[in-house]
Nanobody, 120 residues
Framework: QVQLTESGGGSAQAGESLKLSCAVSGSLLSIGTMGWYRQAPGKERELAATITNGGTTKYADSVKGRFTISRDIGGNTVLLQMDSLKAEDTGVYYC??????????????WGQGTQVTVSS
């Protein structure tokens, strides 16, 4: 069983920073691409940022230059540093991870979501 444990988030004023963390644990062979998605009220879930196990990153245009995604040395935790926050960054942020359960079996997992609220 694979578990994703999210932490961080909360409330901030526009221009401030927040940091999200997502730790992967359980029975697995390896971890592939990790990422963060977000869903604003009344909108569909969208990609915020992803990072491959080789360190290649991808960002939504709306967060480029303000958000930084990274993985810890062990590769089991993905971080999202969010700087210069804007009111439009408000939403529920979900961790997403591709996990090799065993040889030849790749599964995708979602975290439970963490609320980020930015007031202007």
């Amino acid at each position: 069983q694979v578990q994703l444990t999210e932490s961080g988030g909360g409330s901030a004023q526009a221009g401030e920073s927040l940091k999200l963390s997502c730790a992967v644990s359980g029975s697995l062979l390896s971890i592939g691409t990790m990422g963060w998605y977000r869903q604003a009220p009344g909108k569909e879930r969208e990609l915020a940022a992803t990072i491959t196990n080789g360190g290649t990153t991808k960002y939504a245009d709306s967060v480029k230059g303000r958000f930084t995604i990274s993985r810890d040395i062990g590769g089991n935790t993905v971080l999202l540093q969010m700087d210069s926050l804007k009111a439009e960054d408000t939403g529920v942020y979900y961790c997403n991870v591709y996990v090799n359960i065993t040889y030849g079996i790749l599964r995708n997992y979602w975290g439970q979501g963490t609320q980020v609220t930015v007031s202007s």
